[in-house]
C-alpha cells in the first residue's frame, strides 16, 4: 500500500461530462511508468490526478486510479489489441456504511499522486513478453455539494511498458496462511446459503420480468439502450448457476473487509467472501415492508451482485442506484457492465411486482 501524496503538477488530459444536467467538475489526469523493465514486478505506475478548478473536488476512490489500497482493477492492460484477463478483486461496498477513507478530497489547485503495483493483479504470462499499454479507470463518482454521488469520464492517456523477459503469472498474497474454503460458523453459513438461494430466485423474477415487458420504462432508467436480450442473460445465468466448485465464504483471507466492504468476488477463482457486514442485510421480502431500494441492503441483491462478476464478467463501475440511473442515460454501455445496476433494477422489478 502506497500513500497519497499533494503535489502541483502540470497535466494534459481532457474531461469529458458524463452527465451534461451537471457542470463537470475540473479534473485532468496523466499517468507516468518506466518504459522498460525486465520483470513484471518492477512496473511501478504512476497516476496524478490534478483539480484545475477552484472549488473542492470530493471522489469516491473505490476501483478507479485513486485506489491502491485494494487489488481492484485500476488499469485496462493490453498488448498488441489483446486485454490482459485481470485476476484481483471486485467489491461491493456499503455506502451508508463509508468513512473518509473511502473518499479522496482533491484541493482546488492541487494534484492527488498514487502509485501502482500491478504484477498481481494481471495475467500477463498469456500474453508474453512485449510492450503493455496501461489505460486507467478514470470513471469518477464524484459528490456533488447536494451530497448526490454523479458520473463522470475523465479522458487520459495511456503508458506503454516494455517487459523483456519475467511475465510469469503472479498471485495475489493472501493475509491469512491457511483459508477455509466452507464457513464453520453455523449461523454466518445459513445466513450465506439463504441468501443465495434468494439471489437465484431474485434473478429469475427479473429474467421472466424482462422476458414479458421489454425496454420498458424502467429496463430504460437502469440500462439505457442496452440490449434487453444481453441484461437478461445476466441475470438468467444467476437464475441457473449452480457450480460445485465456487466458494462461498465467510473468511477474508485477502483482508479486504474493513468496515466498507460488503462482499467481494476474487476473479481468478470466482470465489466470493462475505464481510461482517453482510449479516445485517435483510431478506427480498423486506423490500415489502421495512426497507427501501436505495438502501441496498437486500441479501440476495448482494449476492446476485457478486455472481454477476463471477458469472458474467461485470464491473464495478460505481455505486448507489441514483449513481446507476445516471449512468445508464449517460452510458449504456457502463450501465450494462455494472454489477450495482443490476443489483438495484432487480430489487426495483422485486419491489413493483411481488410487494
Not at 467472501?273 to 435483510?282: A, G, P
Request: charged share 20%; hydrophobic share 35%.
Amino acid at each position: 500500500m502506497f500513500s497519497l501524496a499533494l503535489i502541483t503538477l502540470a497535466v494534459s488530459a481532457a474531461l469529458s461530462l458524463a452527465t451534461p444536467a451537471k457542470r463537470a467538475p475540473a479534473l485532468e489526469v496523466s499517468v507516468t511508468a518506466p518504459s522498460q523493465v525486465h520483470s513484471i514486478d518492477d512496473i511501478k505506475i504512476t497516476a496524478a490526478v490534478t483539480n484545475t478548478g477552484s472549488e473542492d473536488v470530493k471522489v469516491l476512490k473505490f476501483g478507479t486510479i485513486l485506489d491502491n489500497h485494494y487489488p481492484t482493477r485500476s488499469f485496462t492492460v493490453s498488448k498488441d489489441g489483446l486485454v490482459a484477463n485481470f485476476t484481483g478483486i471486485k467489491l461491493q461496498i456499503d455506502l451508508e456504511a463509508l468513512d473518509d477513507s473511502a473518499y479522496v478530497i482533491i484541493p482546488a489547485g492541487e494534484t492527488i499522486v498514487v502509485e501502482h503495483e500491478v504484477a498481481p493483479l494481471y495475467n500477463f504470462e498469456e500474453l508474453g513478453t512485449g510492450a503493455f499499454e496501461f489505460e486507467p479507470v478514470t470513471d469518477f463518482q464524484v459528490v456533488e455539494a447536494d451530497a448526490k454521488p454523479n458520473a463522470y469520464k475523465v479522458s487520459a492517456g495511456k503508458v506503454k511498458v516494455n517487459v523483456k523477459s519475467d511475465v510469469a503469472k503472479r498471485e495475489m498474497k493472501a493475509r491469512e496462511k491457511r483459508s477455509r474454503v466452507s464457513c464453520s460458523n453455523s449461523s454466518e453459513s445459513s445466513f450465506i446459503s439463504s441468501s443465495y438461494s434468494e439471489a437465484k430466485s431474485l434473478a429469475s423474477v427479473v429474467a421472466n420480468y424482462i422476458s414479458s415487458n421489454g425496454a420498458d420504462s424502467l429496463f430504460k432508467s437502469y440500462f439505457g439502450s442496452s440490449s434487453t436480450s444481453t441484461v437478461r442473460n445476466v441475470f438468467s445465468a444467476v437464475a441457473s448457476e449452480n457450480s460445485s466448485s465456487r466458494t462461498l465464504s465467510c473468511t477474508d483471507p485477502y483482508g479486504v473487509c474493513d468496515g466498507n466492504v460488503i462482499a467481494y468476488t476474487v476473479t481468478s477463482t470466482t470465489n466470493i467472501y462475505f464481510c461482517s457486514i453482510f449479516y445485517n442485510e435483510v431478506t427480498t421480502s423486506r423490500l415489502c415492508s421495512g426497507t427501501t431500494v436505495a438502501s441496498r441492503n437486500i441479501r440476495g441483491g448482494t449476492v446476485l451482485h457478486e455472481l454477476t462478476h463471477a458469472l458474467s464478467g461485470t464491473n464495478d463501475v460505481g455505486y448507489g442506484c441514483s449513481y446507476d440511473q445516471s449512468l445508464a442515460s449517460s452510458s449504456p454501455s457502463q450501465a450494462r457492465s455494472n454489477a450495482d445496476n443490476y443489483n438495484c433494477f432487480a430489487t426495483q422489478v422485486y419491489q413493483n411486482t411481488q410487494c
